[in-house]
């Protein structure tokens, strides 16, 4: 098979070298990649839907992969798909799933899934209705503007000052352009949180090892939200049994009301849940693989991937195509200091050639290649991650530190507790 990967993250990074493990891969492509694909995949560079489609039938692409949610909901899958492409993605609609979240919500509510309880807001509601509905709350709550932002867009409010500020945020500055439009209060949860991949061919299914990812900046969880600053796998706090119940109750439901609305889902449905003492809740969906969630994923899966996505595109999903290998992956993203706000690119990074597989695999993120120098070019930048074949967290975490203490590049910045719950658990 000829494949097209599109997206140029840590994510991206690690479905490449998954894929290219397919006996079944040929060539394979990424755009636009990133300084480390490369080695493994030819970058190109292809902006236009038009450009897309003309270079899958040159190439004669058997499979586009789609890494990040612009390519989904921007209408790229719906494009390429009525050109006769297969794609691994959901369409417009039902990536709808990830990109408006009262549309989750209330598909949530029509087909029973656990979910927080929540209001929506809107510009024209009136200030006086918005503030009675805060003034009777229950703090800390939970405010989201509903549209894509990404990763920005939930304040987690302790005090009704805190959602009268989050409230402004959205309608009088239009923090997040049009997704500030609606905002949804809601209910704030408590539990710890889990990231499950489900591969869905639009009717049937199969779960992939969880993860658990590390949303803030600081150790202990504290600071900003980012897009992840490192995640491990499988999440052992999702029993067999809590599968189980996340598959009866969240999973089956969901896909079944997808498709009972004509926009069945074909792609990688990211469930996000939060592990409540009343079970588990799911907090949010995206309609795509998370970051940095499928680069520890991809360590623990043994088996064909690319036949996975590829029979699952093709609507008759190979559920014995991959299983999960015993192991556990721990992945530590290394990242310029100041992100998620400003910061400074373009410093050299060396030492990568001190690292061998036996450590840990190093997905790239921001780099970019410049006259021969490999250069950050990104707030996170490198995804550095151990495997170990069995379930010894312990020894996952000090391999993937070790990897990272070899490399070095100006304004270095990473967290230096990632895989701790996983050992405390
Ligand atoms: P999201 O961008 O929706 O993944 O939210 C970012 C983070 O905010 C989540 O990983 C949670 O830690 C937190 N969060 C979102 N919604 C809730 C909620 N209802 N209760 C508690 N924490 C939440
Ligand atoms: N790591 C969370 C996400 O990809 O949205």
Avoid at 75 to 90: A, E, H, K, Q
Avoid at 365 to 372: D, I, P, R, S
Avoid at 399 to 410: E, F, G, H, P, R
């Amino acid at each position: 098979m000829n494949v097209l990967i599109l997206g140029g993250g840590g994510r991206e990074h690690a479905l490449a070298l998954k894929v290219k493990e397919s006996p079944q891969c040929n060539k394979l492509f990424i755009s636009p990649g990133n300084g480390g694909t490369p080695n493994y995949a030819e970058n190109v560079s292809l902006t236009t839907n038009e450009d897309l489609l003309e270079f899958c039938k040159k190439e004669e692409i058997t499979l586009v992969i789609v890494g990040p949610e612009k390519y989904l909901v921007d209408g790229t899958v719906d494009f390429l798909r009525s050109g006769g492409v297969t794609v691994f993605g959901p369409g417009k609609d039902s990536a709808n799933i990830e990109a408006d979240k009262l549309f989750a919500k209330e598909l949530m509510v029509n087909n029973n899934v656990p979910t927080g309880i929540y209001k929506e807001f809107t510009t024209t509601s009136s200030k006086e209705d918005i503030y009675l509905y805060l003034k009777k709350q229950r703090y800390p709550i939970v405010i989201k503007a509903n549209g894509l932002a990404a990763g920005k867009g939930v304040a987690i409010c302790r005090n009704i000052y805190d959602a009268l500020d989050a409230v402004l945020l959205n309608f009088d500055q239009k923090a997040f352009g049009e997704a500030s439009n609606k905002i949804l209060v809601e209910e704030f949860l408590t539990g710890e949180e889990a990231s499950l991949f489900v591969v869905s061919d639009g009717e049937d299914y199969l779960c992939l090892p969880t993860a658990q990812d590390h949303k803030r900046i600081g150790n202990n969880d504290t600071g900003k939200n980012t897009g992840g600053m490192g995640a491990y796998a499988p999440a052992f706090v999702v029993s067999d049994e809590l599968l189980k119940i996340i598959e009866d109750k969240i999973v089956k439901p969901t896909l079944l009301g997808l498709k009972q609305l004509g926009t069945p889902f074909i792609g990688c449905l990211f469930c996000g849940l939060i592990l409540t003492k009343d079970g588990p809740k799911v907090i949010e969906f995206n309609a795509r693989f998370g970051d940095p969630e499928t680069q520890v994923v991809v360590n623990v899966i043994e088996g064909d991937f690319l036949e996975l996505l590829y029979s699952a595109a093709k609507g008759k999903i190979n559920k014995n195509a991959i299983s999960y290998n015993g192991g556990v992956s721990v992945c530590i993203v290394t990242a310029s200091n100041g992100y998620p706000d400003d910061y400074e690119t373009n410093f050299e990074i060396s030492g990568l050639d001190r690292i061998d597989d036996s450590i840990a695999k190093v997905y790239h993120a921001g780099t970019v290649l410049k006259e021969g120098k490999l250069l950050t070019n990104g707030g996170r930048v490198l995804g550095v991650t151990s495997f170990v074949k069995e379930k010894n967290f312990d020894e996952a975490v000090k391999l993937a530190y070790k990897a990272v203490s070899k490399i070095s590049y100006d304004n270095i910045y990473y967290r230096t507790d990632i895989g701790k719950r996983a050992l405390n658990l």
